[in-house]
C-alpha cells in the first residue's frame, strides 16, 4: 500500500529527495515520514494532510526538509537538503487513516495503520 524509495549515500551537506508511492487506502490520507538509526527508536520526521494544506517537521529537520504530496500522482515526497551525518538512518513512510486534525502534527508511530518498506539515506562526513 505503500512503497518509500529514493533514498542513497551523500555527503554531509548533500541533498537527497524521497518518494512514498501510495495505492488504495492509502491514497489521500495523512502521511508522516519516521526514520530509524542503528540502535535507536524510530523517529517521527516530518508529516502532512491528507490535501496536502498543512505540514510540520520535526525541530530535528525543520529549514532542511520539506514534505510535500502530489494526489494526482498519490506520490508524497521529503525533499532532505543540508544532510548531516546525523540524518543516517532508515526512512519509512506511514499512513493514518483516521487522522481527524486540520493541521499536521507530530505524528506518533504506534497509531498509524500502514507502513511502507524503509528506504536507506546514508551521510557521510
Known amino acids: 500500500q505503500l512503497q518509500a524509495s529514493g533514498g542513497g549515500s551523500v555527503q554531509a551537506g548533500g541533498s537527497l529527495r524521497l518518494s512514498c508511492a501510495a495505492s488504495?487506502?492509502?491514497?489521500?490520507?495523512?502521511v508522516g515520514w519516521f526514520r530509524q538509526a542503528p540502535g535507536r527508536e524510530r523517529e517521527f520526521v516530518a508529516s502532512i494532510t491528507w490535501d496536502g494544506a498543512s505540514t510540520y517537521c520535526a525541530t530535528s529537520v525543520k529549514g532542511r526538509f520539506t514534505i510535500s504530496r502530489d494526489n494526482a500522482k498519490n506520490m508524497v515526497y521529503l525533499q532532505m537538503a543540508s544532510l548531516k551525518p546525523e540524518d543516517t538512518a532508515i526512512y519509512y513512510c506511514a499512513a493514518d487513516l483516521n487522522y481527524r486534525y486540520r493541521e499536521a502534527r507530530p505524528m506518533k508511530a504506534g497509531p498509524m495503520d500502514y507502513w511502507g518498506k524503509g528506504t536507506l539515506v546514508t551521510v557521510s562526513s
Open positions: 488504495g487506502p492509502t491514497s489521500n490520507c495523512a
